[in-house]
Nanobody
Framework: QLQLVESGGGLVQPGGSLRLSCAASGRTLDYYAIGWFRQAPGKEREGVSCISYGVVSTYYADSVKGRFTISRDNAKNTVYLQMNSLKPEDTGVYHC??????????????WGNGTLVTVSS
């Protein structure tokens, strides 16, 4: 059974950077689409980024495009989210999620427990 564990969150000042990791175990991650989602206090969960199964394609929400980068390291069975030029509105709990054979990050099947990102001066 696929298991996902996020790490890398923390407290950072506006303009700073963080690198989030989504480490998978139990199955080979390259057969899955992997998405990053976040939920800010008092708000609904939103999709942040996605990397697809098969021919690699990526998606970024308009609010993070140009600042965030999603990538795979198949040797480590891990997906990363590099976050640069962070803003206070990026604050939230970040979850990674997986869909087997997925080409889009919809109807996700497995979820990690999340890592907290706080952007504040």
């Amino acid at each position: 059974q696929l298991q996902l564990v996020e790490s890398g969150g923390g407290l950072v000042q506006p303009g700073g950077s963080l690198r989030l990791s989504c480490a998978a175990s139990g199955r080979t991650l390259d057969y899955y689409a992997i998405g990053w989602f976040r939920q800010a206090p008092g708000k609904e969960r939103e999709g942040v980024s996605c990397i697809s199964y098969g021919v690699v394609s990526t998606y970024y929400a308009d609010s993070v495009k140009g600042r965030f980068t999603i990538s795979r390291d198949n040797a480590k069975n891990t997906v990363y989210l590099q976050m640069n030029s962070l803003k206070p509105e990026d604050t939230g709990v970040y979850h990674c999620a997986a869909k087997r054979g997925g080409r889009l990050c919809v109807d996700m099947e497995q979820w990690g427990n999340g890592t907290l990102v706080t952007v504040s001066s």
